[in-house]
């Protein structure tokens, strides 16, 4: 079974400061996506990660991928309170279309 | 907007009723999934569907059913519910299924299912 690990699952974040969260998963797959989501709200795509060595960059987040690893990461830069919400991240293994998503990081950002 | 909607936004049932959830893809969009998401499992993958054909389930249980219509929109049946069965529900589409395209999928806003 496909386990999708994702650390840490609390982050408070000064403004200013930058921080990385970490997603780690158990299969081989090419393929990691990161969402976001708001209280009570939807998920909404930030990024898609399709090859070893993919990095992808909008505003203050960058998501890059080692598929050999088997690690993703997601870098914020400067942190700022628009982006306190819950990150997750979610991995399509090869030959499988369903994703298996970690717990998520609920991020808050302290001024 | 991912342009994926879902109706009702919220449900509140007692235990052993029925209720359906339903979900319109996105335009042109071949392909739904349907995830549970509660406090205590977190996003669980419940099942997909391709252009009106069951393609793979995952932890969704015997009580629960869906299908997709020729239309493409979904619905998801849940039956005998159980104070478990309370969580958010979504549904979300993507354009193509296979190789090598990306599988990125756009969530629905969701349906909140209160079992009481």
């Known amino acids: 079974e496909l386990k999708v690990e994702q650390n840490p699952l609390f982050l408070s974040m000064q403004e200013g400061k930058n921080y990385t969260i970490y997603c780690n998963y158990s299969?081989?797959?090419?393929?990691l996506y990161w969402y976001r989501q708001d209280p009570g709200k939807s998920l909404e795509s930030l990024f898609v990660?399709?090859?070893?060595?993919a990095v992808k960059q909008e505003g203050r987040l960058m998501a890059s991928l080692d598929t050999k690893a088997r690690l993703s990461t997601l870098h914020i830069t400067a942190a700022v309170h628009d982006l306190s919400a819950t990150y997750f991240c979610?991995?399509?293994?090869?030959?499988?279309?369903?994703?298996?998503f970690g717990a998520g990081t609920t991020v808050t950002v302290r001024a | 907007d991912s342009g994926v909607t879902q109706t009702p936004k919220h449900l509140i049932t007692a235990t052993g009723q029925r209720v359906t959830l339903r979900c319109s893809p996105r335009?042109?969009?071949?392909?739904v999934y349907w995830y549970q998401q509660s406090l205590d499992q977190g996003l669980q993958f419940l099942i997909h569907?391709?252009?009106?054909?069951?393609?793979a389930k995952g932890n969704i249980l015997e009580r629960f059913s869906a299908q997709q219509f020729p239309d493409l929109h979904s619905e998801l049946n849940l039956s005998s519910l159980e104070l478990g069965d309370s969580a958010l529900y979504f549904c979300?589409?993507?354009?193509?299924?296979?190789?090598?395209?990306?599988?990125?999928?756009?969530f629905g806003p969701g349906t909140r299912l209160t079992v009481l």
């Open positions: 979300a589409s993507s354009r193509i299924t296979g190789t090598p395209y990306p599988n990125e999928q756009f």
């Open positions: 299969t081989t797959s090419d393929r």
């Open positions: 990660l399709l090859s070893n060595g």
């Open positions: 979610a991995v399509e293994p090869s030959n499988d279309y369903k994703l298996s």
């Open positions: 335009s042109g969009d071949l392909s």
């Open positions: 569907y391709y252009n009106g054909e069951e393609r």
